[in-house]
């Protein structure tokens, strides 16, 4: 059935590596986003995209990567240069603005 | 996007009728009124949208006053499967692509 899955649930960073979380839809959602929710906080906006080969950064990209190479994927890397990179990291998609479908959602943590 | 203020925790009891109020004074002639809903480690939930009056589904109901500067969640007979975080969104959906959540309010259902 028709989703948004994001994977892994889990994973840990060493200091100054890369990590890349995944996310992919089969909602033919042209939308896709990708938020960071720290403990007891809201979601902040770290990049979107409105359509392939295209995105725009949110309130807090630094330290982030994005692309979008394909309709149904949005693969987020959380670069070194992101110095406090542990959080609840949400992906989720839309057809119209106002209704998102969110994914489970990858919990990062820095080892 | 309009700014939203919520307060930011709440309590009630199983069996009663919860109401949690929104502020946006600031609201556009354009933009409509979005709730979602957000259990723990989970990502956010479409619950309903409005622009004027009162919507109804089967989960909630969003009361709107006509000068639609608040807006009012209200979920009936509440259980402990109620507890969540309760986020309140308003933009004008055509025109915004970034999609902003605030720090919503925590809804505690007591037995």
């Known amino acids: 059935d028709g989703g948004i899955t994001q994977s892994p649930k889990y994973l840990f960073r060493k200091e100054g590596q890369n990590v890349t979380l995944s996310c992919e839809q089969n909602?033919?959602?042209?939308?896709m986003y990708w938020y960071r929710q720290d403990p007891g906080q809201g979601l902040r906006l770290i990049y979107y995209?409105?359509?392939?080969?295209?995105?725009q950064k949110g309130d807090i990209a630094e330290g982030y990567s994005v692309s979008r190479e394909k309709k149904e994927s949005f693969p987020l890397t959380v670069t070194s240069a992101q110095k406090n990179p542990t959080a609840f990291y949400l992906c989720?998609?839309?057809?119209?603005?106002?209704?998102?479908?969110f994914g489970s959602g990858t919990q990062l943590s820095v080892l | 996007l309009a700014k939203t203020t919520q307060p930011i925790s709440m309590d009630s009891y199983e069996g009663q009728e919860v109401n949690i109020t929104c502020s946006h004074n600031?609201?556009?002639?354009?933009?409509?009124i979005t709730w979602y809903q957000q259990f723990p480690s989970q990502g956010p939930r479409f619950i309903i949208q409005?622009?004027?009056t009162k919507v109804t589904n089967e989960v909630a109901s969003l009361f709107i006053p006509a000068d639609r500067k608040s807006s009012t969640l209200s979920l009936p007979r509440v259980s402990l499967s109620d507890t969540a975080v309760y986020y309140c969104l308003v933009g004008d959906w055509d025109r915004d692509d970034k999609i902003i959540f605030g720090k919503g309010t925590r809804l505690h259902i007591l037995p």
């Open positions: 995209s409105q359509i392939v080969n295209d995105f």
């Open positions: 909602l033919n959602h042209d939308a």
């Open positions: 989720a998609s839309s057809i119209e603005a106002e209704k998102l479908f």
């Open positions: 600031n609201i556009a002639t354009n933009d409509y």
């Open positions: 409005g622009y004027k």
